[in-house]
């Protein structure tokens, strides 16, 4: 194999660690993202999604972030609006929820690419 003439039973399981924790963390940071987009989603559901479908009269939770004359218009101010929305209304969200949910929404309707 190319790169991987080991001279000693020691570089040999150093080197054999090494890719196997290659692996480990890039599954872990795949897995952290995709946690943190299940937990945006759901927390989007239960806290968010009901009062938006009511207060925007579209009847439909998700219009609210797709409406033509909508307010974010950047990922800080995505964030800021979250920020607004979870204290205001004291929703109690923690900051990692709250950073979640931000994802989430960014991933699902806004899509910026400055974050
Ligand atoms: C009790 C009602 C209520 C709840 C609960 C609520 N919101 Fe809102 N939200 C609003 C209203 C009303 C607006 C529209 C404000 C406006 O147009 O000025 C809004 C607007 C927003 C917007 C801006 C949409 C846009 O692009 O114009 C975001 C983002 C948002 N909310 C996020 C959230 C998140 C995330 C949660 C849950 C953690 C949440 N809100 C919970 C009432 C609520």
Known sequence: MIGFRAKSPFQL?????????GIFSANAFCFAADTAL???KLIE??????????KSGFGNGDMIYTRNDRKVE???RLKAMVAICNSELR????PEDEADVAQYLNH??????NN
């Open 13 to 21: 399981f150093f080197k054999t660690m090494c890719f196997f924790i």
């Open 38 to 40: 299940k937990n945006g």
């Open 45 to 54: 559901e239960t806290k968010c999604y009901a009062c938006h479908a009511k």
């Open 74 to 76: 950047s990922y800080s």
């Open 91 to 94: 929703l109690d969200l923690f």
């Open 108 to 113: 699902q309707f806004y899509r910026f690419k």
